[in-house]
Antibody, heavy 123, light 107 residues
Framework: QVHLAESGGGLVQPGKSLRLSCVAA????????IHWVRQAPGKRPEWVAG????????DYADSVKGRFTVSRDNSKSTVNLQMHSLTAEDTALYYC????????????????WGQGTLVTVSS | DIQMTQSPSSLSASVGDRVTITCRAS??????IGWYQHKRGGAPKLLVF???NLQAGVPSRFSGSGSGTDYVFTINRLQAEDFATYYC?????????FGQGTKVEIK
């Protein structure tokens, strides 16, 4: 059974940093891309960042490019999202999600999602 | 970015009804669309991928169709557990983008 579990969310002041983690289990982790998708209250989901199965390729939404960094450790089945210079617009529930296709990358849909971790940016 | 326009934004239906949701992409997306179910407090669940392929374990009352820019998601014989919000998502080009959602409520 595929399982994804996010952690690291919380209340943070504008301009500060936060690191989210996603631990995966139940599948061959090194075969699939992993993505971060966020959803602000009342808004549609927004793809934030993705990392390829081998970690060699990453991609970001324009809204976070230069501020967020995604990385993975296949030995630990973990993906991290380092977030800097946070603003109120980054407030959302952050999900990690598994790509559907073996060795797929950003042009993919997501067949398993975690429960999400809430990030609130406020002074 | 490819814009996904989903309609309706909400609908009321009864158990046993047929429900249809549409998504229109701002450009042709070559069947690169997925449909998700999202219940409050839960994780989104992929139901259909590549326009018409049912994800493993998903009941056959769910289906998808379409081509080019216009896609349709259908629930036949709506069940009580189907009341949720549904989203489309294009994965033709980065960044992947989602529709604004359709909330299916009990009439």
């Amino acid at each position: 059974q595929v399982h994804l579990a996010e952690s690291g969310g919380g209340l943070v002041q504008p301009g500060k940093s936060l690191r989210l983690s996603c631990v995966a289990a139940g599948f061959s982790f090194g075969d699939y891309s992993i993505h971060w998708v966020r959803q602000a209250p009342g808004k549609r989901p927004e793809w934030v960042a993705g990392v390829s199965n081998d970690g060699n390729n990453v991609d970001y939404a324009d809204s976070v490019k230069g501020r967020f960094t995604v990385s993975r450790d296949n030995s630990k089945s973990t993906v991290n999202l380092q977030m800097h210079s946070l603003t109120a617009e980054d407030t959302a529930l952050y999900y990690c999600a598994k790509g559907l296709m073996v060795s797929g990358f950003v042009e993919d849909c997501f067949d398993s999602w975690g429960q999400g971790t809430l990030v609130t940016v406020s002074s | 970015d490819i814009q996904m326009t989903q309609s309706p934004s909400s609908l009321s239906a009864s158990v046993g009804d047929r429900v249809t949701i549409t998504c229109r992409a701002s450009q042709a997306i070559d069947n690169s669309i997925g449909w998700y179910q999202h219940k409050r407090g839960g994780a989104p669940k992929l139901l259909v991928f590549a326009a018409s392929n049912l994800q493993a374990g998903v009941p056959s009352r769910f289906s998808g169709s379409g081509s080019g820019t216009d896609y349709v998601f259908t629930i036949n014989r709506l069940q009580a557990e189907d009341f949720a919000t549904y989203y489309c998502q294009q994965f033709y080009a980065s960044p992947v983008t989602f529709g604004q959602g359709t909330k299916v409520e009990i009439k």
